[in-house]
């Protein structure tokens, strides 16, 4: 039950987030596990999924970079 818990947390954390316009970005181990199901499901509350290793894809973002040419990032329109 803890992870559920975590996870009810972290949808309220995006919506809020949300809410004030700010840009999305979740990463870990369960997260790059569950990647096409996290953003069939919650497509509106993530901008950006890091996948694996997350250093330089975070740093990427943050440099506004294009997100076709930051390596472990998925987003919505990579999944189409």
Known sequence: QPMMASD?????????????????????????????QIVTNQNELIDYIILGDGEEAFSSIILEKSPNNIPNLMYLNRLQ
């Open 8 to 36: 009810q947390y972290t949808l309220k954390i995006l919506k809020e987030a949300k809410k004030r316009g700010s840009i999305t970005v979740v990463g870990g181990h369960h997260v790059t596990n569950l990647a096409e």
